[in-house]
């Protein structure tokens, strides 16, 4: 690992860049989001630092940040370059690693585009860690709106590290921190996907699976890195959502409205109905991952969204989190070569009492006659062999979905 971490600032003056802490904040440990600037915005050893682990397998971590002049109100102009005052609120939001980065063109015009793994959430009371690195990399003029990404040599970052797993007290801290005046997002409605579990079909009916955790997976898409989630078709995925207020909101508090959109439209659940945010506490949101006849991966995005309230000045801005987890199902290759098989024997079933000839009374001789019953039971063997298969193959016979959500 190299020896200095890293940190990347985010000041959300741009409608378009305000949901990018929304979206650190609201995704679980695991995911990927890419952050890109230009090479004019990146401190000179930072870009040292770069340049050496786009050649070699070394990583830095990476330290997330929010930064803005105490004086600024949503929607402001902002200088390009002019640093921000030494008295700017701060906090820090995330914790992360590099994994990938890729440079697109040359000098001061170069473009560093960063892949980040989230991982936890940084434990800074009262924003005390985040002011003391701010301070030190003000006096190296090394904050925005001149610099977004700068070498964070202070030790602090060790103790945020190794933190260990306090993600909800961590959590909290953070959103405290930015629903606090004069962060320009306190009225903001904050909530996070803590962890995604699934269910798969059962091989019996009626039966209730376990639930397990699911792990994001990773995939180049031309030139990023997206995260996904894999399961098989007929599934369901729990999203587990915490829901915080910060302590200074008060009365003041919009009670927004919370919703997931499903693209492609497929299957029967097309969207999760809205449903009230809360203050604090949690939910859980169970969406049924749909059936598929194809033997090939099938793609399917869950956009996650915070709906404006009618009090909201701006409409243009985010009020709260817009993540969009990606998932990835086929079919199950355990069900589908039974399914398969079943049918071939309910196939052979339904041929072999077709094809026999039989006599009601006389006793069956061998090669020339097979008993009615015996041809009965095989039809019926069949049928219920089938329905076995489709409940295997298709959702439509949804005995045990009830059961799985």
């Known amino acids: 690992m190299v020896a200095d971490d890293l940190i990347v600032f985010d000041t959300c003056t ?70 921000l005052p030494e008295d700017s609120f701060v906090t820090l939001t995330r914790l992360a690693e590099l994994v ?29 860690i985040a002011k003391d690195i701010a301070a030190k990399l003000h006096g190296r003029s090394c904050v925005p709106m001149k610099t977004y990404i700068a070498v964070c040599s202070d030790n602090a970052s060790d103790v945020l590290f190794s933190q260990g797993e306090i993600n909800d007290q961590a959590y909290s801290s953070v959103v405290d921190a930015l629903s606090a005046s004069p962060s320009q997002f306190y009225l903001d ?70 919703q997931v959109e499903i693209s492609p439209r497929v299957g029967a659940d097309v969207a999760v109905g809205a449903f009230a945010t809360r203050s604090f506490g949690r939910e859980t949101v169970a969406i049924n991952v749909p059936a598929t006849s194809s033997l090939s991966i099938q793609d399917i995005r869950y956009q996650f969204q915070t709906v404006h309230h009618d009090q909201d000045e701006r409409k243009d801005y985010a009020y709260g989190p817009f993540p969009a987890i990606a998932v990835q199902y086929r079919k199950a290759l355990a069900r589908s070569i039974l399914a398969i098989a079943l049918i071939c024997a309910a196939s052979g079933l339904f041929a072999w009492a077709g094809f ?44 045990d979905r009830s059961r799985r959500s």
């Open 14 to 83: 741009l409608p378009e860049y305000y949901d990018d802490v929304h979206k650190i904040l609201s995704l679980p440990p695991g995911h990927i989001v890419t952050y890109d600037y230009k090479a004019q915005h990146i401190e000179r050893a930072a870009q040292t630092i770069l340049n050496q682990c786009a050649t070699s397998a070394e990583r830095p971590r990476i330290l997330l940040a929010y930064i803005q002049a105490r004086d600024y109100k949503k929607g402001d102009p902002s200088s390009n370059d002019k640093l």
């Open 100 to 128: 990938a980065i890729r440079t697109v063109g040359n000098d001061e015009a170069k473009r560093y585009y960063l892949d980040l793994r989230l991982r936890g959430y940084p434990f800074d009371r009262h924003q005390t």
């Open 189 to 258: 409605t904050f909530w996070r996907i803590y962890r995604i579990t699934c269910r798969t079909k059962p091989f019996v009916p009626f039966r209730s699976p376990e639930a397990k955790v699911l792990l994001p997976h990773n995939r180049l898409d031309g030139d990023r890195t997206l995260t996904y989630l894999s399961v098989p078709d007929q599934s369901t995925i729990f999203f587990h959502v915490q829901f915080h207020r910060g302590e200074e909101h008060g009365s003041a508090y919009r009670i927004r409205k919370f």
């Open 356 to 399: 026999s000839t039989s006599v009601v009374s006389t006793p069956p001789v061998a090669g020339a006659t097979v008993s009615i019953w015996l041809r009965t039971i095989a039809i019926v063997i069949g049928v219920l062999t089938s329905l076995y298969a489709y409940y295997l193959w298709n959702d439509e016979v949804s005995l």
